[in-house]
């Protein structure tokens, strides 16, 4: 059997995936997160991974190098980008590129890019009055909320949703399909072709 791959988790909030991720993995001997880095000290995210006893780190917004000494002091395979709130600097972005994921809670390319994070996303799918939303893990690239998709799973849109109830019920859904991805692309089923990512069956 392959070595776990080595994973890296960017969080800038709560970590609820982190958790998905953690939960998923500790089961799962595919890979394995040995580092969470968030953009701000207080983030809860920071805490799950102390409390597991994996490394953390703060990474100054925007500091290319130091992102990529990071990285590879800790031997990263994969980064995994859940809840990240600042742009990745476009030389950790060619570095890791095929091998850096980005969870978003909509169908991209609809409802992404600048400003669309939280509860925004969701009060744009209802206020366009979308039947249906849900969640997107994709390759990164240089464009925010942009590069391949990987896979998406709908969450439909119900009658009387708030953007509270949307973003709860496509938060379950993003703890399972995250979960998902990531150990595909450990196990080396994320194939791409062009501008087109997919994951390869078991
Ligand atoms: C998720 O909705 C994710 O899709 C988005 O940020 C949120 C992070 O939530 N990119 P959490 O910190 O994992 O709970």
Do not use: C
């Not at 703060?58 to 130091?66: E, L, N, T, Y």
């Not at 800790?74 to 969870?103: D, F, K, Q, S, T």
Request: glycine residues 10%; without cysteine.
């Amino acid at each position: 059997m392959s070595p776990a791959a080595r994973v890296a988790v960017f969080a800038s909030g709560g970590g609820t995936n982190l958790e998905a991720l953690f939960e998923a993995l500790d089961t799962h001997p595919a890979a394995e997160i040995v580092l969470v880095a968030s953009d701000r000290e207080g983030a809860f995210a920071l805490e799950r991974a102390a409390r597991r006893g994996v490394a953390t780190a703060i990474v100054a917004h925007g500091d290319g190098p130091s992102i990529i000494e990071l990285l590879e002091t800790h031997a990263i395979g994969w980064v995994v980008l859940a809840g990240y709130l600042r742009i990745v600097p476009p030389e950790v972005v060619r570095r890791y590129r095929g091998r850096m994921l980005n969870i978003h809670p909509a169908l991209l390319p609809k409802f992404g890019g600048a400003g669309m994070y939280g509860e925004r996303v969701h009060a744009a799918v209802l206020a366009a009055g979308e039947t249906e939303s849900g969640v997107t893990v994709h390759l990164v690239d240089e464009v925010y909320d942009h590069g391949p998709i990987v896979a998406q799973r709908k969450v439909t849109v119900q009658s009387g949703d708030t953007p509270e109830r949307l973003a709860a019920r496509v938060l379950e859904v993003e703890h399972e399909l995250l979960p998902e991805v990531v150990i595909a692309a450990a196990e080396g089923r994320i194939r791409t072709k062009d501008d087109r990512a997919w994951i390869e069956d078991e």
